[in-house]
């Protein structure tokens, strides 16, 4: 019976191909962008903020919200995509590979996520 799990579950979840350096390689494109869609948005905002924004008639609030998003948002989010595939590690190594002082801004972006977690 253990031998038929370990098959099965060899067979649902295949080891990741592995690039030059040892680390994991997306097994597509799309892949990547959807996980990096799902861990920017995530579902709830997604499927939440807009049936709040039309039960409360703000509309007025919507379109600063797109703004914001199509200006700010994706531009920073496809920068620190970027900044993070050409270092090849996380938030801190990746800003301090660009400079040692922007090490920091590394730091900021992980306690930001403790701090939206916790709230």
Same mark, same amino acid.
């Given at each position: 019976?253990t031998?038929?799990?370990?098959? @099965?579950y060899?067979?649902l979840?295949?080891d @990741?191909e592995?690039e030059e350096d040892?680390?994991d390689k997306w =097994?597509?494109?799309a892949?990547f962008?959807?996980a990096?869609?799902g861990?920017?948005?995530?579902?709830g905002?997604m499927?939440r903020?807009?049936?709040?924004?039309f039960?409360?008639n703000?509309?007025?609030w919507?379109? =600063?919200?797109l703004?914001?998003?199509?200006?700010?948002?994706?531009? !920073?989010l496809i920068?620190e !995509?970027s900044?993070?595939q050409a270092?090849?590690g996380g @938030?801190?190594? @990746?800003?301090?590979?660009?400079n040692?002082?922007?090490?920091?801004?590394?730091?900021a972006? !992980?306690?930001?996520?403790y701090?939206?977690s916790?709230y």
């Amino acid at each position: 019976m253990t031998s038929f799990l370990k098959k @099965a579950y060899r067979f649902l979840s295949p080891d @990741a191909e592995k690039e030059e350096d040892g680390r994991d390689k997306w =097994p597509s494109r799309a892949a990547f962008v959807l996980a990096a869609m799902g861990g920017a948005i995530g579902l709830g905002n997604m499927l939440r903020y807009p049936s709040v924004v039309f039960a409360n008639n703000g509309v007025q609030w919507f379109i =600063p919200y797109l703004i914001a998003l199509f200006f700010l948002g994706i531009p !920073i989010l496809i920068l620190e !995509i970027s900044i993070g595939q050409a270092y090849r590690g996380g @938030a801190v190594v @990746a800003f301090h590979g660009l400079n040692n002082r922007t090490k920091g801004i590394g730091l900021a972006v !992980i306690m930001n996520g403790y701090v939206v977690s916790t709230y």
